[in-house]
């Protein structure tokens, strides 16, 4: 059997995968990828658009039929963990006049939303907002809020459910530069502060460089599994950006920047 | 419901009630109206008029059948529309075309099933009025219940469904990852709102059903300021609409389908004119 390649071996497995394949239409998307995901690290899967990415993930919400194994860590939790995930694109309905914080309500109140939203949620939401900084959108309408607000509140929602592992699917594809590295500073800030097992699907070499711990490059099948430092090299991102890398090797004149090598797992 | 009829006699005694049927009438529409408002929201949000469209078009095969096989007509009008609901849930998720092309094909086969019975059998052409305009003044004491109940099982519906609903509706892999099955609660739906779709035929007829569900809901889009005065605000509107329909349905010796339609169709006109008024 093929021997599961580990991102750091002194830290328990948040997920493992094992074998895992996703064949969408005919075309195999991923294929046969096996690592392991520590617990209480920022993971990056990396690699271009169109290379499974966005698939892998869906495959760990349970989203998409696959092959092969996706094992939680029962340490965690006994059951199925919680899981906060932040989508990549919010189709909303612009007209619509569902509120900020109806839709945060929606996705924990067993109350229906026409019987209105009890006391207790709707604090518990507003100290979610205040804690991503956009309090002040609680009662604007979903359509009306910017970019950079949507992530704001779509990654509350995510923290609003107590998560174990927090999945994001290029949540800066949306906003633009200023708004992606402050986004990301939040990123990093709940992470330190909640120790969660975070993925974080980007394309985005600057993201991956300056934030997480771990990466895992994907094109299709698993191309590297290792810490940032390491797996950020020349070889690794030609093989897994090709014509691309060049460039960014040009702008970042030939270095990457440390990886967080001092993180405290929360095991 | 007798006692409902007459209680209703006694608190509102106006000569256009004085007929039991235009009681019974109006008790029917206040169990439909609201009912149908209420599952607007989603058809609305969820963009599904023309499945709406599609299964109540199903109805005059459904009672050709019935008139065939010699089967209570009322009863295979319901089931014949319900079924054609399911193989429109069924056959969306499971080919590669976009639903609005399962639905059209469905649409088509069922009116084009209905007709060419119905062309046939040049006898049966006679039943099909009531299908396309409804007859609400001709509802009995049994069909009464059977609004009552549709109309609990929908606002239970709604109480346990209408979050979860909202967020699908919102974003269908997001609904997923807080264990919300989203192709359950979708069929659920679909099956309900057929189920209303046909029961709600008697009403307004085939014609005009899709605008039951859709002109109410409509109108709340504009007013509401909230995601929970949506379905306050259909509901209010179909329920005025109703009775205020029935009424000058009466006065101008008009269709009672049509009429009640036509008052929320004002209604939907003066909550466009508010949203632009008020800036919104």
């Not at chain 1, 939040?186 to 974080?200: M, R």
């Not at chain 1, 940032?228 to 991102?237: A, G, P, Q, R, Y």
Request: charged share 15%; net charge neutral.
């Amino acid at each position: 059997m093929k021997l599961l390649p580990r991102i750091k071996s002194m830290t328990n497995a948040a997920i493992t995968l094992e074998h895992v394949s996703v064949e969408l239409g005919g075309h195999k998307i991923i294929d046969d990828v096996s690592c392991q995901i520590d617990s209480g690290y920022l993971t990056a899967i990396m690699g271009p658009n169109g290379t499974g990415k966005t698939t892998l993930l869906h495959a760990i919400l349970g989203l998409l039929p696959f092959t092969g194994n996706i094992r939680f860590n029962r340490q965690l939790s006994s059951r199925r963990p919680r899981i906060g995930y932040v989508p990549q694109n919010v189709d909303l309905d612009r007209g619509s006049p569902v509120t900020v914080g109806d839709f945060l309500a929606v996705g924990f109140a067993k109350r229906p939303l026409w019987m209105g939203i009890h006391r207790q949620i709707e604090a518990e939401i507003k100290k979610v907002l205040e804690r991503v900084g956009v309090l002040v959108v609680y009662n604007l309408p979903l359509g009306k809020i910017s970019g950079g607000e949507l992530q704001r509140v779509l990654l509350a929602q995510a923290l609003l459910g107590k998560p174990e592992i927090l999945l994001l699917d290029e949540p800066t594809a949306a906003v633009d530069i200023s708004g992606e590295a402050l986004f990301c500073e939040l990123l990093e800030e709940v992470h330190n502060d909640l120790k969660l097992t975070t993925i974080l699907v980007t394309h985005d070499l600057s993201v991956v460089a300056a934030h997480a711990h771990n990466v895992l490059c994907l094109n299709h099948s698993l191309i590297c599994a290792g810490p940032t430092k390491d797996m950020l090299t020349k070889e690794n991102l030609m093989r897994v950006f090709s014509p691309h890398t060049e460039l960014f090797l040009q702008q970042h004149n030939h270095t990457l920047p440390d990886n967080k090598g001092n993180h405290e797992s929360s095991d | 419901m007798n006692l409902l009829t007459d209680l209703l006699s006694g608190l509102m005694p106006f000569d256009w009630l004085e007929p039991a049927f235009m009681r019974r009438a109006l008790i029917g529409m206040l169990f439909i109206a609201p009912a149908c408002a209420a599952m607007g929201v989603q058809v609305v949000s969820f963009r599904m008029a023309f499945f709406s469209d599609a299964i109540s078009h199903s109805a005059f095969t459904g009672v050709a059948l019935g008139l065939i096989f010699g089967i209570n007509s009322h009863w295979t009008m319901v089931g014949f529309g319900v079924l054609v609901g399911c193989g429109v849930l069924v056959f969306s998720r499971k080919a590669v075309l976009s639903t609005d092309t399962v639905i059209g094909v469905f649409f088509a086969a069922v009116v084009a099933l209905g007709i060419v019975i119905v062309s046939a059998r040049r006898g049966l052409s006679r039943y099909f009025e009531s299908v396309l305009f409804g007859d609400i003044l001709a509802i009995d004491s049994n069909e009464l219940w059977i609004m009552f109940f549709l109309f609990l099982l929908v606002f239970l519906f709604q109480a346990i469904g209408y979050n979860k609903l909202l967020l699908i509706s919102l974003h269908s892999p997001l609904a997923h990852s807080r264990g919300i099955k989203p192709a359950r609660w979708e069929i659920a739906y679909g099956i309900l709102l057929a189920f209303l779709v046909m029961i709600s035929l008697r009403a307004v007829g085939l014609l005009l059903v899709t605008a039951l569900l859709v002109v109410p809901a409509a109108a709340a889009r504009n007013l509401a300021r909230s995601g929970s005065g949506l379905i306050w605000w259909s509901v209010l509107i179909a329920t005025i609409s109703a009775g205020v329909g029935l009424f000058l349905s009466y006065i101008w010796g008009s269709a009672t389908g049509a009429t009640v339609i036509l008052v929320s169709v004002f209604f939907f006109i003066c909550s466009y004119l508010i949203r632009l008024v008020m800036g919104r």
